[in-house]
């Protein structure tokens, strides 16, 4: 309560004494009803934010400012204007379309500049929808291309998502995307663009395939791109496009009409292997048990190497009783040592006449 108390004192003592008249300053700023304080770096302005091929500047400025000046060329030529509470000035587009912004505020001989620096402005031909349309052609290329540094430039360092925490955190996504996919096509495509203030809100469609991939990867996505740090991504909703390839695995399986086997006292099984997964199997373990009704043998075997798209045959010899028939369980990767994409076709049983 006595801080209260304290901070009316001073307003009220600041007031009597004409403190808040005397202020000398641009209290605010807006390039294209962009505020001037959220610019970093370059300020690329569409050609649909122009009026009639002018670009409005305007802003207010305190009772004691007298002149707003500006400057197109960083601060070699400059423009006066009477000022006001509320100012505005319409800056012709002609043949230049890189300008360097600076702005002050002139109290009878007193000059103070708006926030001491200038604002790079550059005036493309494009409409703020085809840039966003280009930003995401980007990706689509450097996704194909496998060049996440050249991606990630096109982010927000200050990245912040319900889908991915940070900029760090994507970015290992999009690195392992580019790591395991190999022919990646993805494809964005643009529903709806809305504009709140700098931030440019945008709802996609996308669909994504690569090599090994049976059915196309389809979701919704919303991008926010921030106009006023070079329409960069600050945010991203709704569904996740980025770390979505599947790691490549091998798919081991084994068809029981393929295993053929001798009766005996010694049982040879020969188990064909096969590989329909994305990446080579290594060291397979073969594992068969069986029991000719006296009694029970097991023994297992490792294949060097199951090649993708392709099959190793691996033959074991087990000493049986004698018995007849033999009913054999064979079992490819018994500990599921490989990380495959299917682990339900690796067993068979099969009857050795």
Known sequence: MR????????????????????????????????????????????????EDETLPIYGTATDAVNMIELSFDGGKSWVSLEASDVWSY????????????????KCGDKIVPYRRR????????????EIIK?????????????????????????????????????WIQIRNDLQWGEGIQLHFYVDQILRDENIY??????????????????????????????????????????????????????????ISGSWGYDVVITVPVHNGGRIAARKVEVNVSCNDGYCSKTSSIFLKVVPIKGLSIGVITLNMCGGYPVYCNINVDPKNRISELNEDNNFASVEIH
């Open 90 to 105: 319409n800056w012709k587009v002609e043949d230049i379309n890189e300008l360097q912004l600076k702005i002050r505020a």
């Open 3 to 50: 801080k209260l108390l304290f901070f009316v004192f001073i307003l009220s003592f600041m007031s009597s004494i004409g403190y808040g008249r005397k202020l000398c300053m641009i209290q605010d700023l807006k390039i294209a009803d962009i505020p001037a304080s959220r610019i970093k770096g370059v300020l690329i302005v569409p050609w649909d934010w122009l």
């Open 118 to 129: 200038s604002y790079r402005i550059k005036i493309v031909r494009e409409t703020s929808k």
């Open 201 to 258: 809100i945008v709802k996609t469609h996308w669909d994504l395939t690569y090599l090994g991939l049976l059915e196309p990867k389809e979701g919704y996505t919303e991008f926010h791109f921030d106009a006023a740090d070079g329409w960069k991504i600050v945010d991203i909703r709704e569904e996740k496009v980025f770390g979505i390839i599947e790691e490549p695995k091998p798919d081991l399986f084994i068809i029981a009409e393929e």
């Open 134 to 170: 280009n930003k995401l052609k980007l990706i689509e290329t450097y996704y194909q291309l496998k060049n996440s540094t050249a991606i990630m430039k096109l982010f927000s360092q200050m990245l912040r998502s319900p889908l991915y925490r940070n900029y760090r955190d994507l």
